[in-house]
């Protein structure tokens, strides 16, 4: 069965980093781009960075761009979010999401949470 498993959440103080991984099975995950999405209590839930199959091409939102990573390691079918200088706004349930658009394949993780909090 498809698994997406989201880890490396946690609380940590403003200007701090978490890196967040998320483990998939199930699926081809070569084929599949990749994104990370969040969502705070109140607030939709939004595109935080994404990332195309090979891990060539990225894209963040603007909130985010400058601080956070994402990258893939295909071997591992495994993708990841690195954040830096996070702020108390980054707080948010973040889900991991893997989508295959020509086979109308979209696949969501359960999340990990992150606090950021002085």
């Known amino acids: 069965q498809v698994q997406l498993v989201e880890s490396g959440g946690g609380l940590v103080q403003p200007g701090g980093s978490l890196r967040l991984s998320c483990a998939a099975s199930?699926?081809?995950?070569?084929?599949?781009?990749m994104s990370w999405y969040r969502q705070a209590p109140g607030k939709e839930r939004e595109l935080v960075a994404s990332?195309?199959?090979?891990?060539?091409?990225?894209n963040y939102a603007e909130s985010v761009k400058g601080r956070f990573t994402i990258s893939r390691d295909n071997a591992k079918s495994t993708v990841y979010l690195q954040m830096n200088s996070l702020k108390p706004e980054d707080t948010a349930l973040y889900y991991c999401?893997?989508?295959?658009?020509?086979?109308?394949?979209?696949?969501w993780g359960q999340g990990t949470q992150v606090t950021v909090s002085s």
């Open positions: 999401n893997a989508r295959r658009l020509l086979l109308g394949r979209n696949y």
């Open positions: 199930g699926f081809p995950f070569s084929t599949y781009a």
């Open positions: 990332i195309d199959t090979a891990g060539r091409s990225t």
